[in-house]
């Protein structure tokens, strides 16, 4: 399926599950409802996005049809060419209010499974006592988009970092050429759901931004080089456009 232009329920089960429809309706009010689609796979086929806040904490959430993260890339043994399998919320806030440049980008908020690799070296995800072995757990991230035609026709990658550029980068970078982070806020998947609690020093930048839900592959690039890590094929975009008409708290 190809990527998006850039800028741009329950059946009744009897009288006993009536108060199980009214929870779901309860746990997916607000934010952005999206039709199923039965040609998307189900672990991927958005239904709900929603970005609230309590406090100083935003709490990032989707649900899809069937389970949430039953569904994880295959492990090809090695990096180059390697996919990740993603559900990102791609928000209209600048980068800077995580610790990127100004305008740098899309900023999106990922949570992310790859088997072939680790990019949360200060985290030991799985409990074995390695903190490069667990790449394959969902985790966090949050990444900086844009458009690159080298992946493909309207295709978004994680930006690079050139070879000798010193951009200003969070503090829980994990030290790859990309403008991306891992903050290591961990994703709660319950059934249908995912969601993540994330803290954040200023939660009225948060309360201002506009979002939408994607779920999508990325490929790490086959010479492991700029573009490192594209965008290459999109599952679903809960707007259908990537227009991010999703607010907060609403």
């Known amino acids: ?47 709900h996005t929603r970005i609230s806040t309590e406090g100083a904490v935003a709490v990032f959430h989707m649900a899809v049809s069937g389970k949430a993260g039953a569904s994880r890339p295959a492990s090809t043994g090695k990096l180059a060419g390697s996919s990740v399998f993603s559900y990102v919320w791609p928000t209209s806030l600048d980068p800077s209010v995580v610790g990127f440049e100004a305008k740098a980008g899309i900023l999106a ?62 503090r829980t970078w994990p030290g790859l050429p990309i403008l991306i982070d891992s903050p290591g806020w961990s994703p709660t998947f319950d059934g249908g759901t995912v969601e993540v ?21 990325l490929r790490v690039n086959a010479s492991v080089h700029s573009p490192l890590l594209c965008v290459v094929d999109v599952f679903k975009v809960a707007s259908g456009d990537l227009s991010l008409p999703g607010k907060v708290n609403r």
């Open 1 to 47: 399926m190809k990527s998006p232009t850039y800028p741009v329920l329950l059946a009744a089960l009897g009288a006993g599950c009536i108060g199980c429809a009214m929870a779901q309706d309860a746990a997916h009010a607000g934010g952005l409802a999206s039709a199923a689609q039965p040609a998307v796979d189900a672990p991927f086929d958005i239904v």
């Open 197 to 217: 609690r994330v803290p954040f020093d200023d939660i009225g930048a948060v309360g201002a931004g506009g979002f939408d839900g994607v779920t999508a592959a």
């Open 109 to 170: 908020f990922a949570v992310t499974a790859h088997p072939d690799f680790d990019d949360t070296p200060l985290f030991d995800e799985n409990g074995d006592g390695k903190r490069e072995n667990d790449g394959d757990l969902w985790h966090s991230h949050w990444v900086v988009l844009q458009p690159d035609p080298a992946c493909g026709e309207a295709a978004l990658k994680v930006v690079d970092i050139p070879g000798g550029a010193t951009p200003r980068l969070p």
